[in-house]
């Protein structure tokens, strides 16, 4: 998926549905029936008090729909969200809409039959919106997405300036800010203070999905992860240089990215651009300290991405809602239409004035986004949110989940420097020969 901003995209056709179902809603599998009088939708969402999103949307569509309510149900976050739901799909428990955080799991959801066909909504949507394909699977779709986050490096303006080093210019490979890292780290050190140049939280994503979209030939289905070799040993060096907290600091203290950026204990940061919405929240409420920040693009492979001349290559799941196929029949039209609302322009507006970066973009998208008080406007932190390649962390296929889970295990080991990078990374090919099958 390929961003750049301003963008000239058309409003997005987004019809008032009466549809007929795909795949059939409920049992019968016939043409969908219409509700007489108000619909109730409930929606699957986590952390209700610190993710807005979810209610976002639910007011947005009921302001232009007053016969239609949705109710979100509250999940658990994390992993533990997918567990919960797939049990109470298996228990006919689930709400009439739920959430694919991330692709890991579509392709279990759409292979178990757990997601209605909604062809009809994704054929109505623009054609541009970050991720749409994402969702196709067996020639039709069955879900569509209302964001599309991309991985950038957040700074620390102030704690730049304070250290007198260049702030980020758009033109780092991970060699520049690898260098950086350190060289703020000394200047802080120098002045007494514990900070360190940058933050990797402990998660899998923060080193292989950047090597995975930034490599040649990368692929996660061909049992072959010498790719993330060099990657890892950066962030080894980093964390032996003291430039970053270690793994094991982040994972026995549970640090927090929010709180390592938002107290300033670090000067940088990779991080999705969903971050913006809850830096500027906390910095608002008191959570976050007072200080000047920007977005730049992800550091880069080597130089020929390198610049605001060229696309930088970043990574980043689009997040996409599905229908519960057991839902019942009479609601099946009312919950297409709040998914194209979702995915349109109307979703679109809704999040980025609460600082969600939506799926689809539009110069009127990107100036609502940057209108809110507190998000930084300068060139970079503008291109740095509107320009990139962004390739998917978890490509469907009937083997993501299982190599992901392997790759799990291999980041553990190697950032714990429990296992050596070549050792783990045999043990993760020869697991994914044996157990995924590939290779």
Not at 9 to 33: F, H, K, M, Q, R
Not at 195 to 213: I, N, R
Not at 247 to 265: D, P, R
Not at 388 to 403: D, G, L, M, Q
Request: glycine share 8%; charged share 15%.
């Amino acid at each position: 998926m390929k961003r750049t901003t301003p963008i000239a995209i058309g409003t997005a056709a987004v019809v008032a549905l009466t549809l007929t179902a795909c795949g059939g809603g409920g049992e019968s599998g016939g043409e969908t029936a219409t509700a007489d009088g108000p619909v109730t939708l409930t929606l699957a969402g986590w952390s209700l008090s610190q993710t807005p999103e979810f209610q976002t949307l639910a007011d947005a569509y009921n302001a232009e729909n007053p016969d239609v309510t949705v109710e979100v149900q509250e999940y658990a976050a994390g992993n533990d969200y997918d567990t919960q739901m797939t049990a109470d799909l298996a228990a006919g428990t689930a709400p009439d809409i739920y959430i694919l955080k991330n692709l890991k799991n579509f392709y279990t959801y759409q292979s178990g039959q757990q997601l209605l066909d909604v062809s009809d909504v994704a054929a109505e949507l623009d054609p541009d919106t970050g991720g749409l394909d994402a969702y196709e699977a067996d020639g039709a779709h069955y879900a569509v997405p209302y964001r599309q986050d991309s991985w950038v490096l957040y700074y620390n303006k102030d704690l730049f300036d304070q250290a007198g080093v260049a702030q980020p210019d758009g033109s780092w490979t991970w060699d520049d800010y690898a260098q950086t890292a350190k060289d703020l780290t000394t200047a802080f050190e120098g002045a007494g203070s514990q900070a360190t140049g940058t933050y990797q939280h402990s998660w899998q994503s923060t080193v292989q999905g950047f090597a995975l979209a930034q490599s040649e030939d990368a692929s996660l289905d061909s049992a072959d992860y010498s790719f993330l070799a060099p990657y890892y040993e950066r962030v080894l060096d980093l964390q032996a240089a003291g430039a970053q907290p270690s793994y094991g600091t982040v994972t026995t203290n549970s640090l927090t990215y929010q709180s390592q950026f938002g107290t300033q204990q670090s000067a940088m940061m990779p991080m999705g651009t969903w971050y913006a919405a809850t830096l500027i929240a906390q910095q608002d409420s008191g959570e976050a300290n007072e200080f000047a920040w920007g977005m730049a693009p992800a550091p880069q492979a080597d130089e020929s991405t390198t610049g605001t001349d060229n696309v930088p290559v970043t990574f980043g799941d689009p997040t996409g809602m599905g229908i519960n196929p057991a839902i019942d029949e009479e609601k099946v039209a009312a919950a297409k239409d709040f998914l194209a609302f979702a995915a349109g322009e109307g979703g679109a507006e809704a999040l980025a004035e609460i600082g969600i970066t939506p799926a689809l973009f539009t110069d009127s998208v990107v100036e609502t986004f940057f209108s809110i008080d507190g998000v930084p406007t300068d060139d970079l932190s503008r291109f740095a949110f509107g320009t990139h390649e962004t390739k998917p962390e978890n490509p469907v296929a009937a083997s993501t989940a299982a190599v992901q889970n392997i790759l799990n295990d291999l980041h553990t080991a190697v950032m714990s420097e429990s296992t050596p990078i070549d050792a783990a990374i045999d043990e993760a090919e020869s697991r994914a020969a044996s157990e995924a099958g590939i290779g």
